[in-house]
């Protein structure tokens, strides 16, 4: 069985859509996963459309170069941070393309993994890095940060309004090594029932472990790093398309398509414009595209999969 066709991603149909994926053109995904947006993309772009595939993940680079194999050599995969994503995609020969994805969410198979340490409902080691050769783990950050550092750190990431009194928890209970003793931790701290989300309740731990993944992985600072890369890579008429999950993740991508739309960044108070700046996108939806209310059913964790679409300019190119 086509292992792509059975694992259905978030927003799969508009983000073909968004991409306005056609035969012969040329796409990177930059965050591969279980390579179901990527077999999308392949298929859509057939006979002779190519893709780069990358993730920070090397299990998932592993993964899909199963998943994929059917699409031969119209499939390019590489290890690396979307970070990267310019001097990558270059040396491969993916300069000038047609469309960019970035689904910023995690995997079912990284979250299902105990071992990876992403999810407080499989006990495992507190990881949580998308390379687990690479860096700190969220076991060092919870075990050496002092407690007004981690409170700054569960508020700046996670918004999480009780960061005080988990930090002061967690510095109580050390040494954490487990997702269950975290979990547990922070579940005393602030009690059951305490958190509600926009559609239904969330664990209480839900915030914390997505600060400490954040931090980790440095998630904002290389999506800051990799958009203005997507945008020069796109010929004119190609677009960028990215999936967040949080708050935090789509106001920086709704700053950068809204900046990249207009002509001039100056201050209000500046009399003539001194910065030189040129617009390079036009945003294609004011609003995210929000998943429906079927495949949230189908697939609860695409609750919060918001899409954000912009359209590269004729005439911006670097």
Not at 74 to 94: E, I, M, P, S, Y
């Amino acid at each position: 069985m086509d292992e792509a066709r059975t694992h259905v991603p978030v927003l799969y149909d508009q983000v073909l859509a968004g991409l306005s994926v056609r035969p012969g053109g040329r796409y990177v995904d930059a965050t591969v996963g279980g390579g179901g947006h990527a077999a999308g993309i392949l298929r859509a772009s057939a006979p002779d459309g190519r893709l780069l595939g990358l993730d920070a993940d090397p299990e998932a680079i592993a993964f899909a170069e199963r998943v994929l194999h059917p699409f031969g050599e119209r499939l390019t995969l590489q290890v690396a941070n979307f970070r990267h994503l310019a001097q990558v995609a270059t040396a491969l020969g993916f300069e000038q393309i047609d469309g960019v994805l970035l689904d910023l969410g995690l995997s079912s198979r990284q979250l299902a993994d105990g071992s990876r340490g992403f999810s407080f409902s499989q006990d495992g080691p507190l990881d949580m890095r998308f390379d687990p050769t690479q860096g700190l783990r969220a076991a060092d950050l919870v075990n050496s940060l002092s407690e007004v550092e981690l409170a700054d750190l569960l508020w700046r990431y996670g918004e999480e309004r009780f960061a005080r009194r988990i930090a002061r928890a967690i510095v109580a209970a050390r040494p954490l090594l487990t997702t269950a003793h975290l979990a547990e931790v922070v579940t005393r701290a602030v009690g059951q029932g305490k958190h509600k989300g926009a559609r239904e309740r969330i664990h209480p731990a839900t915030r914390t472990f997505q600060a400490l993944r954040i931090a980790v992985n440095d998630e904002l600072t290389a999506l800051a790093e990799a958009l203005p890369q997507a945008r020069d890579l796109l010929r004119p008429g190609g677009r960028v398309a990215v999936i967040s999950f949080h708050s935090l993740e789509d106001r920086l991508v709704k700053r950068f398509f809204q900046d990249e739309a207009r002509d001039c960044l100056c201050p209000p108070e500046m009399p003539v414009c001194v910065c030189g700046h040129r617009a390079s996108l036009r945003p294609v939806n004011r609003r995210p595209i929000r998943p429906g209310d079927q495949e949230i059913a189908a697939n609860p964790r695409s609750r919060s999969a918001r899409l954000r679409i912009a359209e590269r300019l004729a005439g911006s190119e670097a």
